[in-house]
């Protein structure tokens, strides 16, 4: 069975990670912010997880970022990750008890309405039934995504890391892939069954949604951007407060760590965690820290 690309942050697979950049009205591309330390410098992007070939080339911002940067920080250094590994490590815990399966973990009726919509699809969820809702929901947008033309492989990150290595530049990881996917694993059942069905209801409209957050992306239209946000969120405070709020102020420590050191440090994450009032530059300012726009030099 084809699983989501394990070489990828959890934003990716949710579509979280390109909901929303800043709160400026509009810019000429993508928002970057920096955070002057005591000894360095800290560049903060949002990213886009999943491109299209057609979404080549970049922002000339995008690239001037990362020639200004001494090392690349992502959410996990994605460069280090085994494959096989990294595979094993999501089956097993997408996995459910041996005498448990994903129609008792949702109940009868949700089961089959998920059946359904999955049928529509052309997949059969019974295939599924040894693994987590959450894992099925994952696996269903990643195969998608993959039918849009989307490929994590060309993705921002990937694309960034891609060239940190081969220019020698340290990459950094933000977190681990498992404690990612502890993240969803962690979910109560029915936040993973809500999750599922949504993920099987806008399948149909995900496309179109796709590439008016790409042009909002690249535009720097916020407004537009932080509307899908509320979107995609607004029925799960508790998923946004889990996936959101908690990490960007862990990162928001990490970050004034950063500026502590000599050098300019790229920071790339889901465009959602630079958005909004509990956004990493948010959590930054409440620290007293001051962050501002930045743009290349001309």
């Not at 070489?7 to 955070?35: D, F, H, K, M, V």
């Not at 992502?74 to 094993?88: K, N, R, Y």
């Not at 809702?133 to 990937?158: C, D, H, R, V, Y």
């Not at 149909?204 to 957050?213: F, H, I, L, V, Y």
């Amino acid at each position: 069975m084809t699983t989501f690309d394990t070489r990828r942050g959890l934003a990716p697979l949710l579509l979280l990670a390109i909901s929303a950049l800043a709160t400026q009205a509009r810019a000429e591309g993508p928002s970057i912010w920096e955070y002057q330390g005591a000894a360095g410098s800290v560049l903060m992007l949002g990213s886009v997880h999943v491109l299209r070939q057609q979404d080549y080339p970049l922002p000339a911002a995008v690239e001037a970022a990362y020639a200004a940067a001494d090392t690349l920080v992502m959410e996990i250094d994605t460069s280090s990750l085994d494959p096989l590994s990294a595979q094993m490590l999501i089956t097993g815990m997408g996995s459910l008890e041996p005498d448990r399966s994903m129609r008792s973990v949702m109940g009868q009726r949700d089961f089959d309405r998920a059946s359904r919509l999955a049928s529509e699809m052309g997949i059969d969820l019974t295939l599924m039934q040894q693994f987590e809702p959450w894992f099925a929901a994952l696996t269903i947008m990643n195969l998608q995504m993959m039918k849009m033309g989307f490929n994590p492989q060309i993705g921002l990150e990937s694309h960034l890391s891609g060239q940190a290595v081969r220019d020698g530049k340290p990459i950094v990881g933000l977190e681990t892939m498992e404690f990612q996917l502890r993240l969803f694993d962690a979910m109560p059942e029915r936040v993973q069954s809500d999750l599922l069905l949504q993920t099987l209801e806008e399948a149909g409209t995900m496309e179109k949604e796709m590439d008016a957050m790409i042009r909002a992306w690249r535009a720097g239209d916020s407004a537009a951007l932080a509307r899908m946000m509320g979107k995609n969120f607004a029925e799960y405070p508790d998923v946004y407060e889990t996936l959101v709020t908690r990490r960007n102020r862990d990162w928001s420590d990490k970050v004034v760590e950063m500026g502590e050191r000599p050098g300019t440090h790229l920071v790339v994450v889901g465009a959602l965690h630079l958005v909004g009032k509990d956004s990493l530059i948010k959590m930054l300012e409440q620290k007293g820290q001051r962050v501002n726009r930045w743009r290349p030099a001309d």
